[in-house]
Structures are given as structure tokens and as C-alpha cells.
């Protein structure tokens, strides 16, 4: 199975950039359908990003479109989430999840990803 360690959280001010990282270890990311959530206090965890095995096809929460990108580079094993004009609302904890797929798979539900990273916190100051 598949390990995920997330890093790149950190304070930023609104209107600023960061991208996180989804080192994984034990199993290529290139088996995966992978995808990025976030969970803000007293809120239930989200969608925000996801992409299919193949790399070929990404989805946005409409929340994000246009600000942010998801990517992976197979060669380092890494998911990856640029975040640009980040907003106060962004404030959260991200995690990356990982799914053994077909490789058109994508999914928005938080419940058909069977792997998880601890989560790295971001926090958009206003």
C-alpha cells in the first residue's frame, strides 16, 4: 500500500501563493486516482482537487477553479497543489488521498479514497 506525507502548509497573507506537497512512498502514484481535501474547523471535509491515474483529466471545486492546480510528478512520487490568490476562506487543513484505479477514475468523494495523508495546515490571514 501506498504511504502519504503532505507538507508546504503554512500563514500567508490573501492574495498570496503556496504549493503543497504529497510525498508518497511504497507504491508508485502512477496506480492512483489522487485527490486534495480540506477540512476548516467546525466545517465537514471537502473536495478540492482531483486527477485520474492516466494524469490526463483534472477536476476543480468551483470554489477554486481558475486559483488553483493540481499535479504530480511520477518521477519524484509527489502530488502537488499550487494555490495562487489564496483567500481567507481557504483556511484549512489539506489532505492529499490516493485510490487504486482504472485510469479514467475520479471521484469528488472523500469516501472512495481508501489512503490518506496526516494533513498540512494552511492558514490565509486577512
Known amino acids: 500500500q501506498v504511504q502519504l506525507v503532505e507538507s508546504g502548509g503554512g500563514l500567508v497573507q490573501a492574495g498570496g501563493s503556496l504549493r503543497l506537497s504529497c510525498a508518497a512512498s511504497g507504491r508508485t502514484l502512477s496506480s492512483y486516482a489522487l485527490g486534495w481535501f480540506r477540512q476548516a474547523p467546525g466545517k465537514e471535509r471537502e473536495f478540492v482537487s482531483a486527477i485520474t491515474r492516466s494524469g490526463e483529466t483534472t477536476d476543480y471545486a468551483t470554489s477554486v477553479k481558475g486559483r488553483f492546480t493540481i499535479s504530480r510528478d511520477i518521477a519524484k512520487n509527489t502530488l502537488y497543489l499550487q494555490m495562487n490568490s489564496l483567500k481567507p476562506e481557504d483556511t484549512a487543513v489539506y489532505y492529499c488521498?490516493?485510490?487504486?484505479?482504472?485510469?479514467?477514475?475520479?471521484?469528488?468523494?472523500?469516501?472512495?479514497?481508501?489512503?490518506w495523508g496526516q494533513g498540512t495546515q494552511v492558514t490565509v490571514s486577512s
Open positions: 488521498a490516493a485510490r487504486p484505479s482504472a485510469s479514467r477514475y475520479s471521484s469528488r468523494g472523500d469516501k472512495d479514497y481508501d489512503y
